[in-house]
């Protein structure tokens, strides 16, 4: 059974940092491209980063370059997004996401990503 799950979310102070693990079962990352993306109630969920576990090549949206960084431990099967200097606007539950990429590089388009997962909770505030 092919299965995604988030964790490492929690509520911190703006500034502060958390790392999010998404970790796989039932399949290999490693021919897989891996997605985050976030949701606000009531808004469309957006894309944020993504990876391809097969050269390693990653893309960023503008909203978070510089401040959030995507890796992967395939040996856990396993994947990470590491994310710094938070802000109010990075409110949001966060989602991974998977498809099966071999070459090419990944895209943050939701209409790609066959499996996701149940997300993680993320609340910047003071």
């Known amino acids: 059974q092919v299965q995604l799950v988030e964790s490492g979310g929690g509520l911190v102070q703006p500034g502060e940092s958390l790392r999010l693990s998404c970790a796989a079962s039932g399949f290999k990352l490693d021919y897989y491209a891996v997605g985050w993306f976030r949701q606000i109630p009531g808004k469309e969920r957006e894309g944020v980063a993504c990876?391809?576990?097969?050269?390693?090549?990653?893309y960023y949206a503008d909203s978070v370059q510089g401040r959030f960084t995507i890796s992967r431990d395939l040996a856990k099967n396993t994947v990470y997004l590491e994310v710094n200097n938070l802000k109010p606007e990075d409110t949001a539950v966060y989602y991974c996401a998977a498809h099966f990429l071999i070459g090419g590089r990944c895209a943050i388009s939701r209409a790609d990503y066959a499996s996701w997962g149940q997300g993680t909770q993320v609340t910047v505030s003071s």
């Open positions: 990876i391809s576990n097969s050269d390693g090549n990653s």
